[in-house]
């Protein structure tokens, strides 16, 4: 008897590319469509999370707080450079750079990278769990009737 599941690893490399391909997706509308305080904050949320998702990606049996880490490193990098003049020439030859690497420092954005690669973390390692419960046939977290905890 053969088991075509996907392996474990598989299935999350293939969720986290899903949702690194919707992160972009939702980032570029919220580009287009929002503007002001509240499109900049999104913006900004939306980059992190993508960060995050592609940190676990490449290391997808990485601790989930060492992805964060990196996601907020890499972040924290970008926005760092940004007080340099190097992104905006590297913007005026090819325009989409804007969207990678910014435009202009905001001391702002580092409390919201710091605050949605936090999010992003946590709802990996929430879903992690959930998903472990369920497929050892225990989605409630507790021991089955009648057994002790250990």
Known sequence: MTNDAPAPLTRRR?????????????????????????????GDALYAVLIYLLAALVAPRAHRAAAALIA???????????????PRAWADVFPPIELVLGS?????????????????????????????DAASGNATGRPPEGERPV
Not at 104 to 132: E, K, N, P
């Open 14 to 42: 293939v969720t986290l590319a899903v949702l690194a391909a919707g992160t972009v997706g939702i980032g570029l509308l919220v580009h287009r469509g929002v503007g002001g305080t509240v499109g900049d904050i999104a």
């Open 72 to 86: 907020f490193a890499v972040c924290a990098g970008v926005e760092l450079l940004q007080l340099t003049a190097l």
């Open 104 to 132: 202009g420092f905001d001391a702002r954005d580092l409390g919201v990278y710091a605050l949605a690669v936090a999010a992003a973390s946590l709802i990996d390692v929430a879903v992690t769990r959930l998903s472990a």
